[in-house]
């Protein structure tokens, strides 16, 4: 496995690469320990943060304290993959300034090495001003959360000619705003495919298909850890709720029947042990 730290010009050239570009969330220093262990490309400490990690209902609460603390946690972590830190709702929706300066404290203070924010044509003002700044920006386009209230629910966008051609432009104005990849999310595979062959940059799908240039999954959902609804894009690749659920029923009936802890967990003082080999000579 490559150690050495995985770099922004290094996903962008992965364009049609045969290496396929993974991606996955986390939101604190264990889990991304774990994940930069693997040979996973990107950490992305998403917004999803607020729904996974503070039992928000949407994303809309997550602020930019919040951000900075968990790409902070998560970059102490990680010093091979690539982390990119997500920007909160109304963190650059106000002004181009805002934008810069919130996109800025996520380098600065969090320590990611770019940002990803969430929408098309009426954000390239805000990407190409940040990455003028020297912050490459990660496009996240298509069903978007933070507009969740403006899409009424969590629905597949680009389902009908419009809309598909509303995304179509949104990519190629983010492509020319200076985006460095682009997550593509809950589309359908047709659309995603047709912006993948037409950009010169890289996609990423989340319930987007199969061929984007990479994929990315919220580190929960893949690892069966969310036991509430599972979209249809998630694939469980282990049930780690049920065998958390597992090891903690087990150790509630040790400590109950004092089977837990043993001997071997147990520090003895001097005397005690003494007093044991003494016993042991007598015998
Ligand atoms: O916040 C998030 O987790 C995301 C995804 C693309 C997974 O934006």
Known sequence: MDTRPVTVPEISGRKNSEK???????????FAKLLDATDLDIILVGDSLG???????NTLAVTMENMIDHTRAVKQGAQRALVVGD???MSYQ????????????????????????EGGARMAD??????QAGIPVMGHIGLTPQSVHQFGGYKVQGKNYLDSRQIK??????????????????????????ITAEL?????????????????????????????????????????????????????QEVRTETFPGQEHTYHSKQAKLKQVNDGNRN
């Open 94 to 117: 106000v002004s181009v300034e805002q934008a810069v300066t919130n996109a800025g404290r996520l380098i600065q203070e969090g320590g990611a090495s770019a940002v990803k924010l």
């Open 126 to 131: 805000r990407v190409q001003a940040i990455v």
């Open 51 to 57: 729904m996974v990690s503070l039992g928000h209902e």
């Open 169 to 194: 432009q949104d990519a190629r104005d983010l492509q020319s705003a200076g985006i460095f990849a682009l997550v593509l999310e809950g589309i359908p595979g047709e659309l995603a495919e047709e």
């Open 200 to 252: 010169k940059l890289p996609t990423i799908g989340i319930g987007a298909g199969a061929k984007c240039d990479g994929q990315i999954l919220v580190l929960h959902d893949l690892l069966g850890l969310n036991q509430d609804f599972v979209p249809k894009f998630v694939k469980q690749y282990a049930q780690l709720a049920d065998s958390l659920k597992n090891a903690v029923a087990k150790y509630i």
């Open 20 to 30: 396929k570009i993974t991606a996955l969330t986390a939101y604190d220093y264990s």
């Open 87 to 89: 920007m909160p709702f």
